[in-house]
């Protein structure tokens, strides 16, 4: 499936699973994210998994899913700032030189992990994995657990795949070893 197809796939699912309260629907809409996870993730491109989050993350601000929580809106509204921040460094890592900026505003100590900056981009992706298993430890449902676990493994690809690209504009060999 075409990118864009993938991104009309997943506001059609979310529209699925907003529409009605039958448990079996929800299900099958679960199911359906999990697929779309599942081919995110197989073609390893984070711009795509930026752009399939964010879809998510609005979707659940207009729709006001959890107006009863505030402690889920204020993380909503964080994880969508984090979002437009990842958006904007994520450009400047295909262009070496534009990145060397980058990286040298974000190799501070706590700004470094594994000698490689904890830019915008890396911050999102490991805000969403730590707000994801927190979810994780109070869904029952099979099929939410199972979409949980596949955002997941969405997201630690992305992960992977953005430290190559970070390492490559660094002029690093995958791994963190300089050339």
Same mark, same amino acid.
């Given at each position: 499936m075409a990118k864009g197809g993938?991104? =009309?796939n997943t506001r059609k699912v979310l529209r699925e699973r907003r529409s009605t309260r039958n448990l079996d629907i929800v299900d099958k809409a679960d199911h359906n994210l999990i697929k779309v996870f599942k081919d995110?993730?197989?073609?390893?491109d984070v711009d795509l998994v930026l752009e399939v989050f964010g879809t998510i993350l609005k979707d659940t601000e207009r729709h006001h899913l959890h107006p009863d929580n505030p402690e889920i809106t204020h993380s909503i509204a964080n994880a969508l700032r984090e979002l437009r921040g990842a958006e904007e460094t994520l450009p400047t890592?295909?262009?070496?030189?534009?990145?060397?900026?980058?990286?040298?505003s974000?190799?501070?100590p706590k700004k470094t992990v594994k000698d490689r900056p =904890?830019?915008?981009?890396?911050?999102?992706?490991t805000s969403q994995i730590a707000r994801i298993r927190n979810e994780c430890k109070v869904v029952s449902s099979d099929a939410r657990v199972?979409?949980?676990?596949a955002q997941l493994a969405c997201l630690r690809t992305a992960e992977k795949e953005y430290i190559k690209l970070q390492d490559k504009a660094m002029g690093r060999e995958p791994g963190g070893m300089e050339r």
């Open positions: 993938l991104i =009309k995110v993730e197989a073609r390893r890592v295909f262009s070496p030189s534009t990145y060397d900026c980058v990286a040298r974000h190799m501070t =904890k830019d915008q981009v890396r911050d999102f992706l199972g979409l949980l676990n």
